[in-house]
């Protein structure tokens, strides 16, 4: 594999709040939590560092404008009993991709915000779909895997 697989669904895991579990946002009466939802930091993959571009220019946020996307029980989208709640809207703040989740008033729902109130959930992993990639060799010089094989199996 060289690379991601365009238009397929990845995951990753952040932490909810910068530096500290506390989700200092928590708003009890709202059912709602401001999280960090990506800060694009660089994870270990099979074909080497992938790193996002954490930018207004690179996300998409479509889907979030209109009406929001599923808060999902470990990214399973198996029945409506998977649905924690939604993330309601999403920015670009500080190099980090930002998102207001309000929980579902369901049983499921009010588990998960509970543990949020209580601190006991401290990072969340979000699933997205690269469309567009790069590959960079160890020097950061952006090169093409298919013409620089030998660069590519050198540095990947």
């Known amino acids: 594999m060289r690379g991601p697989i365009p238009n397929t669904m990845q995951q990753r895991r952040e932490a ?59 990214h399973s989208q198996a029945g409506i009993d998977q649905i924690l709640g939604k993330v309601t809207s999403a920015w670009v703040a500080g190099g980090a991709l930002m998102g207001r989740i309000k929980f579902a008033q369901t049983k499921r729902g009010q588990i998960a915000e509970g543990m949020v109130a209580r601190r006991e959930i401290s990072s969340l992993s979000i699933g997205y779909s690269v469309t567009d990639w790069r590959v960079s060799n160890s020097d950061g010089d952006v ?13 990947g």
């Open 16 to 74: 909810v709040a910068s530096g500290a579990a506390a989700p200092l946002s928590y708003d009890k009466q709202l059912h709602e939590v401001t999280a960090t939802l990506s800060k694009g930091s660089p994870v270990q993959r099979l074909y080497g560092i992938e790193s996002l571009e954490i930018s207004a220019r690179a996300i998409d946020l479509s889907r979030i404008e209109q009406g929001g996307v599923p808060l999902l029980d470990h």
């Open 143 to 155: 090169i093409d895997p298919e013409h620089d094989r030998i660069a590519w199996d050198e540095d």
